[in-house]
């Protein structure tokens, strides 16, 4: 009997580890299976940031074999720059592609990179986002408030369009200006005489239309698809920064995700935001010609002039950097990048 029991045992123990082994191939299969839903949004039409989600969420349903599909909300067709960062920390939106200072609100160092001066050509700008202490710096930001970074690169040069004319630095003074949500931009055009005011952009062309407005920090890639010609004729050539672009993945819907999908994700991150390069200078130039040959004009400030704002502009980054250790510590890398990418 004893020998018999022993059987029983045995076999019951074959038998459990056999249901087991089902089990765990069956949940396999089911999680190869299984569909993933990407919501990607953008607060742009037509610019970098959504030839980006575009060629990332292509690439990520290609590479992922059809279990990650993608879906694409430009124009902040799912709520205000803030609603979009909240959904996608909570992960009702899986992706968001936006201009990091808008993140200030995560994490104040995701605004360094809108320190003016701190590049001069969307070259360096692109070089400095390739820089690998960079993207360590920004992608990690917000990894505690549910947000995995898995995108950076260089859209397009800030320029400032306006309703009355702007053709020389004094005429700045008495502007109300929107700026994006930075320090680094409100004391950048306190400086000039400007009144700065932080505002998602689906909010600045009927601001701009009432006369709230005078103008606003943008650039010209946002601008002419959403014909703010029809309301502003000038945008002013500032150079005085470059307009970077992150993409921010929710981390509770990435943790999600099987690991061999996590990986696409990233990988798919890292060259498409490299791939985009040369494509947003060519967005850029387009918009431009579409900007002019709507009666919009491209307004270059006289040659000393503009070497004065820049020259005013100069001591911001340091400045407003100083206030905060974290938030310098974080300028020190971005402008030792920026050195680097000259």
């Known amino acids: 009997m004893k020998f018999f029991a022993r059987d029983v045992l045995l076999c019951g123990a074959w038998v459990g580890a056999g249901a087991l082994a089902v089990a765990l191939t069956t949940g396999a299969a089911a999680a190869q299976d299984k569909t993933y839903v990407m919501k990607i949004t953008t607060p742009t039409l037509n610019a970098a940031p959504d030839r980006f989600a575009k060629e990332f969420g292509d690439a990520v349903a290609k590479d992922s074999g059809g279990r990650i599909k993608a879906e694409l909300y430009p124009a902040s067709q799912l709520g205000t720059i803030p609603r979009q960062i909240e959904g996608t920390q909570f992960g009702a939106i899986q992706c968001a592609v936006i201009p990091p200072e808008f993140f200030v609100g995560v994490d104040p160092r995701f605004q360094v990179l809108t320190a003016p001066g701190l590049v001069s050509s969307d070259e360096q700008a692109q070089r400095v986002t390739a820089d690998p202490a960079v993207r360590k710096l920004i992608l990690g930001l917000g990894a505690e408030k549910g947000l995995h970074g898995v995108g950076l690169f260089a859209a397009e040069p800030s320029e400032v369009v306006s309703k009355p004319e702007i053709r020389h630095l004094d005429d700045f003074k008495g502007k109300k200006l929107r700026?994006?949500?930075?320090?680094?931009?409100?004391?950048?055009?306190?400086?000039?005489?400007?009144?700065?005011?932080?505002?998602?952009?689906?909010?600045?062309?009927?601001?701009?239309?009432?006369?709230?407005?005078?103008?606003?920090?943008?650039?010209?890639?946002?601008?002419?698809?959403?014909?703010?010609?029809?309301?502003?004729?000038?945008?002013?050539?500032?150079g005085h920064a470059e307009i970077?672009?992150?993409?921010?993945?929710?981390?509770?819907?990435?943790?999600?995700?099987?690991?061999?999908?996590?990986?696409?994700?990233?990988?798919?991150?890292?060259?498409?935001?490299?791939?985009?390069?040369?494509?947003?200078?060519?967005?850029?130039?387009?918009?431009?010609?579409?900007?002019?040959?709507?009666?919009?004009?491209?307004?270059?400030?006289?040659e000393d002039e503009h070497a004065k704002m820049l020259d005013m502009l100069a001591s911001v980054g340091e400045d407003v950097a100083t206030k905060n250790p974290q938030l310098k510590a974080a300028y020190d890398i971005v402008a030792a990048a920026a050195k680097r990418a000259k």
């Open 244 to 302: 970077f672009i992150v993409a921010e993945i929710s981390k509770k819907w990435y943790d999600s995700l099987p690991p061999d999908l996590q990986q696409v994700i990233d990988r798919d991150g890292e060259s498409e935001s490299k791939a985009i390069d040369p494509e947003a200078l060519a967005i850029t130039q387009a918009a431009r010609k579409t900007w002019t040959g709507a009666g919009g004009e491209l307004v270059y400030l006289p």
């Open 179 to 238: 700026i994006f949500a930075s320090d680094f931009q409100s004391v950048a055009f306190s400086r000039l005489g400007a009144t700065p005011v932080a505002m998602s952009p689906s909010d600045v062309l009927p601001a701009i239309q009432q006369g709230t407005l005078d103008g606003a920090v943008a650039g010209v890639q946002l601008l002419a698809p959403m014909h703010f010609y029809d309301a502003a004729k000038y945008i002013v050539m500032t």
